[in-house]
């Protein structure tokens, strides 16, 4: 089975309708695939709509949380999105990005970059803007050869245009995630390249709280980090995932380039109790 937990479709910030995002998967020769859009699950509906036979959905959500001042994200799988207070908790993280996106737009023109609201909206659609959008029209303006480089200095944590938003905590997330029957993976959590990230010792701290599981094999991540995320794996007793973060067009990554052992996939589905994986059914 090729497995694949960490997917973006144009319900946030990847360039693939959920449509297309699942084809691409099928004939990508995958067997599960996971759709993770950030802090919603508007795209799902979609998704199960156009499921080809063979590929099964997981459903999922990539939260932003924040602690101790470092932003991380959670992602949770298989829990009832009809779960009030995990629900309103999204939609105040969905709320702040139109503001958001709108401050950090303002402090790039303050460097005399042309970058404008129209120009933003027009690259998100119907998606929950963000900073891969923004990152797109400095793409657009010449500004930044790629997405990853526009993360890695304008947009970066502790970038000049860079702009908090409204995150929740990551013992919360656990917490509001177990309630409605998901399972939460650290993503990428030491994607240095992204800015900061939390120290091992917060990750215990989470291990403690429930974490289920950390993204080790991501496209952030190098051969020495990869191995050295196991180890914290194997001594926190964490689940250990594979997953491409894809973005359709937007990044680099492929459907698939990374993936999920079986076995692990296989407990994290018997771990939830609030949602099911979907087999496709030919949509």
């Given at each position: 089975?090729?497995i694949?937990?960490?997917?973006?479709?144009t319900?946030?910030?990847?360039?693939?309708?959920?449509?297309?995002l699942?084809r691409?998967?099928a004939?990508?020769?995958?067997?599960?695939?996971?759709?993770t859009?950030?802090?919603t699950?508007?795209?799902?509906?979609?998704?199960?709509?156009a499921?080809p036979?063979?590929?099964?959905l997981?459903?999922?959500?990539e939260?932003?949380?924040?602690?101790?001042?470092?932003?991380l994200?959670m992602l949770?799988?298989?829990?009832d999105?009809?779960?009030?207070?995990?629900?309103?908790e999204?939609?105040?993280?969905?709320?702040?990005?139109?503001?958001?996106?709108r401050?950090m737009?303002?402090k790039?023109?303050?460097?005399?970059?042309?970058?404008?609201?129209e120009?933003v909206?027009?690259?998100a659609?119907?998606?929950?803007?963000?900073?891969?959008?923004?990152?797109?029209?400095?793409?657009?303006?010449?500004?930044?050869?790629?997405?990853?480089?526009?993360?890695?200095?304008?947009?970066?944590?502790?970038g000049?245009?860079?702009?908090?938003?409204?995150?929740?905590?990551?013992?919360d997330?656990?917490r509001?995630v177990?309630?409605?029957?998901?399972?939460?993976?650290?993503?990428?959590?030491?994607?240095?390249?992204?800015g900061a990230?939390?120290?091992?010792?917060?990750?215990?701290?989470?291990?403690?709280?429930?974490l289920?599981?950390?993204e080790?094999?991501?496209?952030?991540?190098?051969?020495?980090?990869?191995?050295?995320?196991?180890?914290?794996?194997?001594?926190?007793?964490?689940l250990?995932?594979?997953?491409?973060?894809?973005?359709?067009?937007?990044?680099?990554c492929?459907?698939?380039?990374?993936?999920t052992?079986?076995?692990?996939y296989?407990e994290?589905?018997?771990r939830?109790?609030?949602?099911?994986?979907?087999?496709?059914?030919?949509?």
């Amino acid at each position: 089975m090729r497995i694949d937990l960490h997917t973006h479709s144009t319900a946030s910030d990847g360039t693939d309708t959920p449509a297309e995002l699942v084809r691409g998967a099928a004939a990508a020769g995958l067997d599960v695939v996971a759709l993770t859009d950030h802090d919603t699950v508007a795209g799902h509906a979609e998704a199960r709509a156009a499921l080809p036979e063979g590929l099964t959905l997981v459903t999922g959500a990539e939260l932003s949380c924040r602690l101790d001042g470092v932003s991380l994200h959670m992602l949770a799988y298989l829990f009832d999105p009809e779960e009030p207070e995990l629900a309103r908790e999204r939609e105040l993280v969905r709320d702040d990005r139109v503001p958001r996106a709108r401050a950090m737009i303002g402090k790039l023109r303050e460097h005399g970059i042309p970058v404008t609201w129209e120009q933003v909206a027009r690259i998100a659609g119907d998606g929950a803007v963000g900073r891969p959008h923004i990152a797109t029209a400095l793409m657009e303006l010449g500004v930044v050869d790629s997405v990853n480089d526009a993360f890695a200095s304008w947009l970066a944590s502790d970038g000049p245009a860079y702009v908090e938003k409204h995150e929740l905590d990551p013992f919360d997330a656990i917490r509001l995630v177990k309630a409605a029957g998901g399972v939460t993976v650290f993503a990428h959590p030491l994607a240095v390249k992204r800015g900061a990230c939390v120290p091992e010792s917060a990750v215990a701290e989470l291990a403690a709280a429930g974490l289920d599981g950390i993204e080790v094999d991501h496209m952030d991540h190098d051969a020495p980090t990869r191995a050295r995320l196991r180890g914290m794996a194997a001594d926190l007793g964490l689940l250990t995932t594979g997953s491409s973060d894809y973005h359709g067009s937007r990044k680099t990554c492929r459907l698939g380039e990374y993936t999920t052992d079986p076995e692990i996939y296989g407990e994290i589905v018997r771990r939830a109790t609030g949602a099911f994986p979907v087999p496709g059914a030919g949509g």
